[in-house]
């Protein structure tokens, strides 16, 4: 079963809009959910959460964690063509899980035309 | 530092025939996993590696997948014999010290099964 949900799926917006990408999640007592953007190429990786309520911000993008509601989101103001990417969330299981990886979701594909 | 490296960035192959991938992980890091991402399943975890002993190869789909490491720098993923379904982008990635912290991608080899 899917342990990391993220929507919408897929999106598309005009440039100089605001987007939020949202990911849920059912692990419990997970250590830190991550945030990566996809491109063409690889993942680069942009935010480690690992409090509740505190956001993270680098420029335009920033992302906050709600591990009550188990949920994180990111936002992107103003976007622009460049932000044109899948966006990857992934959960970093408890301690007692051993040493098990990440676990990623599908991501969410967002398309920002001109 | 060069970043995680693969090799090839494409390959093309039949139906039937011997395929394998190249990884080189960042120098110093303990932890290689190799991914593979399609546009059904997204991005999922083959296996792992922490100092050159698989430690996890739950996600190796069946016993036509096959990974070694043989030293710190240098992992390969084979497939024989290889199938269409085959087809996706397989990625590699290195961590420093645990399976769980932020987790550095190379390019990906996109492999085309025909």
């Known amino acids: 079963e899917d342990k990391v949900v993220q929507s919408p799926l897929s999106l598309v917006v005009h440039e100089g809009d605001t987007v939020t990408l949202n990911c849920s999640y059912e692990?419990?007592?997970?250590?830190?959910l991550l945030w990566y953007k996809q491109e063409k190429k690889a993942p680069t990786f942009l935010f480690m959460l690992t409090s509740s309520g505190i956001e993270k911000k680098s420029g335009r993008l920033s992302s906050i964690l709600d591990k009550k509601e188990l949920f994180s989101i990111l936002n992107i103001t103003a976007t622009q063509t460049g932000d044109s990417a899948v966006y990857l969330c992934?959960?970093?299981?408890?301690?007692?899980?051993?040493?098990?990886?990440?676990?990623f979701g599908k991501g969410t594909r967002l398309s920002v035309i001109a | 530092d060069a970043g995680v490296i693969q090799s090839p960035r494409h390959e093309v192959t039949e139906m039937g025939q011997e395929v394998t991938l190249r990884c080189k992980p960042i120098s110093g890091h303990d932890y290689l996993f190799w991914y593979r991402q399609t546009m059904m399943r997204g991005l999922e975890l083959l296996i792992y590696f922490n100092n050159n002993v698989p430690i996890d190869d739950s996600g190796m789909p069946e016993d036509r997948f096959s990974a070694k490491m043989p030293n710190a720098s240098f992992s390969t993923l084979k497939i024989q014999p290889s199938e269409p379904r085959d087809s996706a982008v397989y990625f590699c990635?290195?961590?420093?010290?645990?399976?769980?912290?932020?987790?550095?991608f190379g390019p990906g080899t996109r492999l085309l099964v025909l």
């Open positions: 990635a290195s961590s420093l010290a645990s399976a769980q912290e932020t987790q550095y």
């Open positions: 692990v419990t007592n997970f250590r830190s």
């Open positions: 992934a959960v970093e299981p408890p301690r007692n899980s051993g040493n098990t990886p990440l676990v």
